[in-house]
């Protein structure tokens, strides 16, 4: 029998198809009399849109369709707040937001009707930071409301008895900015209806069922009469979950004029469209003892949404207390408030909220430790997490390696050699330093509603070869081929032998895409169920064909035969079709669906929401080189 393929190093499945070209992502899509997009973006980041005249671009041979507000419905779409529009009505809240859009015969005429459409404006003063949008004068972001998205405040412990409790207090205050998500692949629609009047899309997107959800809503029609289908994703990072107005854009010029509509970012457009991560002001309170035990924490967050808070209310919660997790930690409190303002909207970034507190964290302990004469690594290490503890906010930790992953990193920069400090260095004008860093994520997150789940449907074809069939995405990460390891591995076959199915919400099953880090732990134990559902299947056909029990089989290079007997056996294929050609068969189709036994946050932000949790740490030497005057100041700090 041949030896697993799981920890083993292989090429990710698409690797070929990619390098060689043969990928088709969604800007690849081609269809006969396809029409181009183009969209009309505000240049102004608060103004009244006074009159749009569309009369020029409408008379340019070539185009087929120019819509605006009056043209699209009315329907507002968001995560949680529904607050915005397919193309901006009455005003415009960020520069960049969508006012119109074109649909022509090439992808220049259709540039060339955007130019032609002439929008009046009358500029607004606009409000373009958080501090702007708290102020009690501040006028609304969004009429009848003032200018606060979300708040979030808990306390667990008692902070103010913690602080008592420490030697040493600390408060500082970080800013971090918004990031572009960087990925190789704008985002990118083909969108068409077919032959039954049901709306088509092909999109760059980490999930098919969250996207045919929200085309649904806003377009107005039936789930059933929206089909989504995944191509090859060039990148996501977090901003393809749902929040680019990019496919709802080509939805809508596809069913207006009844012809497939191509609408591609160039990269510029994607700049100004995409949604960046979530800037925040963090003010980091901390109490440790001497020995470097943290006793208290409080943290205070401003967080700016931008003009729409899409998924930024669950970016910030994460920001607000997700670290607290991966301390042992009895007196916490945090006070974090989202804003809106007049600037592009921000939302879901690698990491999604964990980054930003952790830069604050990391700089805080090492500070800290600094102060009390203490190793950093040390403070990490004494108030790490362990295994089999449950956290203040009620997360239970199976396992770790948090400890690990600090001795390995530090370890491997030699950490107690580089942190020596000699009278000579001192004198040097390039300083060198080494720094630590340590992270906690989710692998699995129930809060978007109560399932977390995975299913994964295994078909085994008359050659004994498998499709499987996911609407989980693989976004560049290799999911594709881990899926495809876990089902090769428990029916002991080659990998080139499984193949995977394109998501399509048409064929596949619902799934909630990649996001929360949770395609492997989720939807691998879904395929780990679904391969013994139809190895089961097998083995029971088999062993009437071999008079055996089926604990009497094994299975191997496609072939399965009677423990011990190695000339009592069966190809899969055989198999397979005695399975189909006898009174009542059917072919070997079976689905396996996993979900954890965790538990959603409750009101007080208390539950075990994770079925696993990961941990990480780096070290980095840093060598910078002084100017002069630095070079004295620093001098005359250490000197003290």
């Not at 572009?180 to 092909?202: C, F, I, K, Q």
């Not at 001192?426 to 992270?439: E, I, T």
């Not at 050659?463 to 290799?478: F, H, K």
Request: hydrophobic content about 40%.
């Amino acid at each position: 029998m041949r030896a697993s393929i799981l920890g083993t190093d292989v090429p990710q499945l698409a690797a070929r198809a990619k390098v060689t070209g043969r990928s088709v992502y969604a800007g690849d899509v081609k269809f006969p009399g396809m029409l181009h997009g183009k969209v009309l973006r505000s240049p102004y980041p608060h103004a009244r849109i006074v009159s749009i005249d569309t009369s020029a671009a409408r008379a340019l041979s070539g185009v087929k369709a120019v819509l605006t507000a009056a043209d699209a419905p009315r329907v507002m779409w968001g995560t949680h707040h529904k607050e915005r529009l397919i193309f901006a009505a009455g005003e415009t809240r960020f520069a960049g937001e969508e006012v119109a859009a074109v649909a022509a015969v090439t992808e220049e005429i259709a540039r060339d009707a955007v130019d032609l459409i002439r929008v009046e404006y009358e500029e607004v003063p606009a409000i373009l930071t958080p501090d702007e949008a708290i102020d009690a004068a501040a006028p609304s972001v969004h009429p009848g409301r003032n200018n606060i998205a979300h708040e979030i405040q808990f306390e667990r412990g008692s902070v103010a008895d913690g602080f008592a409790q420490a030697d040493l207090v600390h408060e500082e205050t970080y800013t971090t900015h918004a990031q572009y998500p960087g990925y190789l692949e704008p985002m990118a629609t083909v969108a068409r209806v077919d032959e039954y009047g049901r709306l088509e899309v092909w999109t760059s997107t980490q999930s098919i069922f969250l996207a045919r959800a929200r085309l649904a809503a806003v377009l107005e029609l039936p789930v059933s009469r929206v089909r989504v289908l995944q191509t090859t994703v060039g990148g996501g990072f977090g901003a393809k979950i749902i929040e680019d107005a990019n496919n709802l854009v080509a939805g809508l010029l596809a069913l207006k004029t009844g012809k497939p509509v191509r609408l591609v970012n160039n990269r510029l457009e994607d700049f100004v469209a995409a949604c960046t991560s979530l800037p925040e002001r963090i003010t980091l309170k901390l109490g440790m003892t001497r020995e470097g035990i943290i006793v208290a924490k409080d943290v205070r967050i401003v967080a700016d949404c931008g003009a729409y808070s899409g998924l930024t209310g669950e970016v910030m919660h994460v920001s607000a207390m997700r670290s607290d997790n991966m301390h042992r930690l009895q007196n916490v409190r945090s006070h974090a408030t989202l804003v809106y303002t007049h600037t592009p909207p921000h939302g879901a970034f690698r990491g999604f909220g964990g980054t930003q507190m952790l830069f604050a964290l990391n700089s805080h302990i090492h500070t800290m430790a600094e102060k009390l004469g203490l190793d950093p690594v040390a403070v990490h290490k004494r108030n790490a997490i362990g295994r089999g503890e449950t956290s203040v906010h009620g997360w239970q930790i199976g396992s770790t390696g948090f400890i690990e992953c600090i001795d390995q990193c530090t370890e491997a920069i030699g950490w107690r050699a580089k942190r020596q400090r000699t009278d000579a260095d001192k004198g040097l004008r390039k300083r060198r330093g080494v720094g630590m860093g340590a992270a906690m994520h989710v692998s699995g997150n129930r809060t978007i509603g109560n399932w977390d789940g995975s299913t994964l449907f295994v078909k085994v074809n008359e050659d004994g070869r498998v499709i499987l069939n996911t609407s989980e995405a693989d976004m560049g990460q290799g999911a594709m081929t881990m899926l495809a390891q876990i089902v090769a591995h428990e029916l002991n076959m080659p990998l080139a032998h499984v193949h995977m199915a394109m998501p399509d919400t048409e064929h596949s099953p619902f799934c909630i895409g990649s996001l929360a880090s949770r395609v492997t732990i989720v939807a691998g134990n879904a395929a780990i169920r679904a391969a013994c559902a139809a190895r089961d299947k097998l083995f029971t056909v088999a062993a009437d064909m071999l008079a055996c029990t089926t604990d009497d089989l094994d299975i191997g290079d496609g072939v399965i035969q009677v423990k011990g007997s190695p000339d009592r056996k069966k190809t899969l294929a055989e198999v397979v079709r005695q399975h189909i050609w006898r009174y009542g068969g059917e072919g070997i189709h079976v689905s396996g669906t996993w979900d954890a036994k965790t538990q959603m946050h409750d009101d007080q932000l208390m539950g075990n929401i994770a079925p696993g949790y990961s941990f990480a740490a780096q070290a980095v030497e840093e060598a910078v080189a002084l100017e002069r005057e630095t070079q004295t100041y620093i001098d005359s700090v250490l000197r003290q």
